[in-house]
């Protein structure tokens, strides 16, 4: 026991003494992360373009990582530590959305400037996002056959091991079912805000809006630099092909309860 408490000790004392040289650049790595911009162009705007989509990825990867927490908490029934998991899920959307919404200052001239340098890079093959979409619960037949068509004909190989993931909206309800919930609109009139499920199920709400304002926002600055007229990099359709992303939804139980909720208070549902 004392050999081995002696030698956990050296390590500790080594990963000290080595801690003892990092400074806040070594240990960012930021000349590496600060090289990694490297503009086609002479256009400013172009430095901008590049700084935002990349900031957008980190913010993917972070997200990837609170949805897979997310996720085993919610199959651990830790209902408690669900809340700030989610929270922290929604802040991190919400950054990435407002790097994407910064590209609104960015002068459409100044766009079509370095725009023709792009080749066929599009948006449409951030794996990330897609893997988001995916571990979310977003898993229409529909929407992986439009993937399919756009990755030439599969699926890329991350979103193919995402398939194989449990996604959130799944762990979400059989979380809940493990609660006695089955009937959403009861929980929400009989318990509301005295209920973890009820709390947690609204911050999935927000994310759930979030994406739809993403989808929006997107769908809004393409046209505010393209115009309606002009295909995207990669070839496609843009508004089109956005317009048609906005039907989805990762917890579609959460907003169809809504309409229960509606009618039993004496609303009108459309046939």
Not at 43 to 63: C, N, R, T, W, Y
Not at 89 to 116: K, W
Not at 187 to 204: A, K, Q
Not at 239 to 259: A, K
């Amino acid at each position: 026991m004392a050999l081995r408490g002696s030698a956990a000790m050296t390590d500790r004392q080594a990963v000290a003494l080595a801690s003892r040289d990092l400074t806040y650049h070594s240990y960012l790595r930021l000349r590496d992360l600060l090289s990694l911009q490297r503009p086609f162009s002479d256009d400013p705007g172009e430095l901008h373009f590049i700084v935002a989509h990349q900031s957008m990825e980190l913010m993917f990867k972070l997200m990837l990582a609170e949805l897979r927490n997310l996720v085993a908490l919610f199959d651990a029934d830790k209902w408690c530590a669900t809340l700030p998991c989610a929270q922290r899920l929604n802040h991190q959307a919400q950054l990435a959305l407002e790097h994407m919404r910064s590209l609104r200052d960015l002068p459409v001239t100044s766009f079509h400037g370095f725009r023709g340098l792009l080749g066929t890079a599009s948006g449409a093959q951030s794996t990330q996002f897609r893997e988001i979409e995916v571990l979310s619960g977003l898993r229409d037949p529909g929407y992986l056959a439009v993937q399919r068509r756009l990755a030439g004909g599969r699926l890329p190989d991350e979103m193919v091991r995402a398939l194989q993931e449990r996604d959130l909206a799944t762990a979400h309800q059989a979380a809940a079912r493990r609660l006695g919930v089955t009937d959403w609109a009861r929980l929400y009139r009989e318990e509301g805000c005295s209920s973890p499920c009820y709390l947690v199920s609204e911050c999935l709400l927000d994310y759930d809006d979030l994406f739809l304002a993403w989808r929006n926002e997107h769908l809004a600055l393409v046209e505010r630099m393209l115009g309606s007229r002009v295909r995207g990099t990669a070839g496609t359709d843009p508004l089109s092909f956005l317009e048609r992303t906005r039907r989805y939804r990762f917890f579609p139980y959460l907003w169809e309860m809504r309409s229960d909720l509606a009618a039993d208070a004496g609303g009108r549902l459309v046939d």
